[in-house]
């Protein structure tokens, strides 16, 4: 049996609307995408999304709480899975997001800043709930929406995180996050050849071809792919191209 890709639509949100996000930084509202996150999340569960990437931009640059609202309003109204990613500091916070209906939470500062306090989250909720995410430029992890350098390196930091015991990785190179110039794919490799965890790549994707690629990467450990800019501007031959990578039955 053909493996499956699965291709996650993302909706990034900032004031309540929805952003588009160049490497790392968010632009200006952009009406043309959608500023209801909540009718973006459904009209990808119409086009048949089996899952939602979901980042509070507010959350991750300003530990605001804004838009959790927003979040269980979407979880509501869609019946697959919503991962989240944005502004989570603590225990409280994890507690309270999980509260909106959310499948999987994405962790990044809050493993660098307060790795105590992260070890809290962890035992709580698992690592079917908790999820690692690695963003990176020049070999450098960054933090607080990808505004702030760490100093760390990636390989160290995710040899840490896999003896925690975290067995997923959200990986970006934020140089090619909304950029149009195509995913780095040799880092997602790396990343679960280094880890042996499963893989979720994110950014740079831009048609078809790309898709296989990464699609072909399933027996390492990519199974997934976040897909942001190129579905909201229609850079696909169509729509419907991710249900057909999820049907794994992707033809040359």
């Not at 999304?49 to 609202?69: C, L, P, S, T, W």
């Not at 962890?122 to 079917?128: A, Q, T, W």
């Not at 996050?177 to 195509?182: A, V």
Request: some cysteine; proline content about 3%; overall charge neutral.
């Amino acid at each position: 049996m053909t493996q499956k890709l699965l291709v996650i639509p993302s909706i990034d949100i900032k004031n309540g609307k929805c952003v588009r996000v160049v490497q790392g930084i968010p632009e200006l509202d952009c009406y043309e995408y959608s500023n209801n996150p909540v009718e973006m999340a459904k009209i990808w569960r119409a086009e048949n999304a089996k899952m939602i990437h979901v980042v509070d931009f507010d959350g991750a640059y300003e530990y605001q709480k804004r838009n959790f609202e927003v979040v269980e309003e979407i979880c509501s109204s869609v019946v697959i899975p919503v991962e989240f990613a944005g502004g989570i500091r603590n225990l409280n916070d994890a507690d309270e997001i999980m509260k909106t209906g959310i499948s999987r939470l994405a962790i990044n500062t809050l493993a660098i800043e307060n790795r105590k306090e992260f070890l809290r989250v962890f035992e709580k909720y698992g690592p079917s709930k908790i999820v690692m995410s690695l963003d990176i430029k020049d070999e450098e992890l960054l933090i607080k929406g990808r505004s702030t350098q760490t100093g760390i390196n990636f390989r160290t930091f995710t040899k840490e995180m896999v003896e925690v015991g975290i067995n997923r990785f959200v990986v970006c190179d934020i140089t090619r996050n909304g950029t149009q110039l195509g995913p780095n794919i040799s880092l997602s490799i790396e990343i679960a050849k280094l880890t042996g965890a499963k893989v979720t790549h994110s950014g740079g994707v831009r048609n078809k071809d790309e898709l296989l690629d990464i699609q072909k990467l399933i027996p390492i450990g990519i199974d997934s792919v976040i897909v942001g800019r190129a579905l909201y501007e229609n850079r696909f031959p169509c729509q419907k191209l991710w249900r057909v990578a999820e049907s794994g039955i992707f033809n040359n």
